[in-house]
């Protein structure tokens, strides 16, 4: 069965430093989205992606961050100057089309600024 | 108050049925979903309930929608030990971005 995969699984930083999340959703997918979930807390929403532009974006999705879909394939989250506040779990998702039902996520990246 | 809201924790014996609540607030919500974490892991989507529906079964899992509560139930017959993980209620529209709640942790001991 395919499934959306993500890499790194875990990446520890330095506050500062710029990071890319990267996600590979499944083939024949067209709506992508970035979710992180803090240690402990709910999952949230940080952006949608579709037709190689954002869709939607939460509050937390500020100046910081950035999506991109530099092929055919990979999906990716940039942040460029990463907090201790960043340190999460960051899950990638990814939707057949508008008028399916599910969200299929990654496995994440666990994301630790020091 | 939040979105989504469930309650924190549950603790049943392996056999029992467990029960987690759900209860949200907007009620233009198509879709309402349940996911399962496991410690570690991510996101696994057991089941989901268009708005339309006021049951869905599958197989030890039953979905029950109170639409006019906006209540949202998940049973689980049977518990076994491997179902103790955290449960996510989710809400969204066709396509849109998912809104979860706080997620409750399923404890079953044997």
């Known amino acids: 069965e395919p499934e959306v995969t993500q890499t790194p699984s875990h990446q520890v930083t330095q506050m500062g430093q710029e990071v890319i999340l990267r996600c590979v959703p499944i083939?024949?997918?067209?709506?992508f989205y970035w979710y992180r979930q803090i240690l402990g807390q709910k999952v949230e929403f940080l952006v949608s992606f579709y037709n190689n532009e954002i869709s939607e974006k939460s509050e937390i999705f500020d100046d910081q961050f950035s999506v991109e879909r530099p092929d055919g394939s990979n999906f990716t989250l940039k942040i460029r100057s990463t907090k201790l506040e960043d340190s999460a779990m960051y899950f990638c998702a990814s939707l057949r089309d508008q008028g399916r039902e599910t969200q299929y996520f990654g496995p994440g990246t666990r994301l630790l600024v020091l | 108050g939040e979105d989504v809201e469930q309650s924190l924790f549950l603790s049943v014996r392996e056999g029992d049925s467990s029960v987690i609540n759900c209860t949200y607030t907007d009620s233009s919500s198509t879709y309402l979903y349940w996911y399962k974490q496991e410690p570690g892991a991510g996101l696994q989507l057991l089941t989901y309930i268009f708005s339309n529906m006021d049951m869905k079964q599958d197989q030890r899992l039953t979905v029950l929608l109170n639409k006019k509560d906006k209540h949202l139930s998940l049973r689980i017959a049977d518990t076994q030990t491997g179902d103790s993980a955290i449960y996510f209620c989710?809400?969204?529209?066709?396509?849109?971005?998912?809104?979860f709640g706080k997620g409750t942790t399923l404890s079953v001991s044997s």
């Open positions: 083939s024949n997918h067209l709506y």
């Open positions: 989710a809400r969204n529209q066709a396509g849109t971005a998912l809104i």
